[in-house]
């Protein structure tokens, strides 16, 4: 997957602007969210919070496109760099927008038949004619992101439960590739086809990324 590296580079100079503010907080959290369990750090002053998370997880699971089988593994890697605006300079509600990387990495590795046939493009091929069989969904490098949120205090002012609901836009791209597939051969067309299916699938069902979080934050 490719990375985006300027992606905090407003975030770093908004918090150094922000951090200079009177009253000015600051506040580390964690997170379990649909882009995977992350920390965050963030900064608020008023009306304004600004924060900048990261996502690391995986998790391998079985699951079918079109007509093939695929074991495929997740890796949540999501980056954000979110603007808060709370409605009151001291309320908890808060609407944001911002910018965050592909939220997963997807690879699956397809899986034969129990007679070891793989159907792609409804035509059967035995496992050893296709070789590895390997199915790649990226998403894009950068996502806006809109949502909203509310943080509540468990008691006193310095530790709050955080959550937020929103989605970010832009679907994933897929690619399907097999190890002994040659150019031009039935089963090189066969994976186009199979490829654009599974891309048609993806492009009705997966052009938003939901995003929905549940955390816990101390402030210091």
């Known amino acids: 997957m490719r990375r985006n590296p300027l992606l905090l580079t407003a975030l770093l100079t908004a918090i150094s602007t922000t951090g200079a503010a009177a009253q000015a907080s600051v506040s580390v959290a964690g997170r379990l969210a649909t882009t995977g369990p992350g920390i965050e750090a963030s900064v608020r002053s008023g009306h304004l919070g600004i924060r900048g998370g990261m996502s690391f997880f995986s998790w391998t699971y079985k699951q ?6 695929f074991e495929t593994e997740l890796k949540f890697v999501a980056k954000s ?8 300079s001291g309320g908890s509600f808060h609407l944001s927008g911002g910018v965050m990387t592909a939220p997963i990495e997807a690879t699956g590795h397809g899986r034969p038949s129990l007679n070891k046939v793989f159907v792609i493009g409804q ?4 496992a050893s004619d296709v070789g590895d069989l390997i199915g ?11 949502g909203l949120g509310w943080s509540g205090s468990t008691g006193g002012d310095r530790f709050n439960v955080l959550f937020d609901i929103g989605a970010a ?8 590739t097999a190890t002994n597939a040659t150019a031009g051969s039935p089963l090189a067309a066969d994976l186009a086809i199979e490829e654009a299916e599974i891309q ?3 492009d009705k ?15 210091f």
């Open 64 to 69: 079918r496109l079109s007509s093939v089988s």
């Open 81 to 88: 760099a979110i603007l808060d605006y709370y409605l009151s």
């Open 123 to 126: 035509h059967g091929y035995n």
């Open 136 to 146: 790649v969904a990226e998403w894009p490098d950068a996502m806006p992101y809109v």
């Open 169 to 176: 836009f832009g679907g994933p791209t897929f690619s399907l």
């Open 200 to 202: 048609r699938e993806l």
């Open 205 to 219: 069902y997966a052009k938003v990324y939901p995003v929905v979080s549940l955390g816990f934050s101390v402030r």
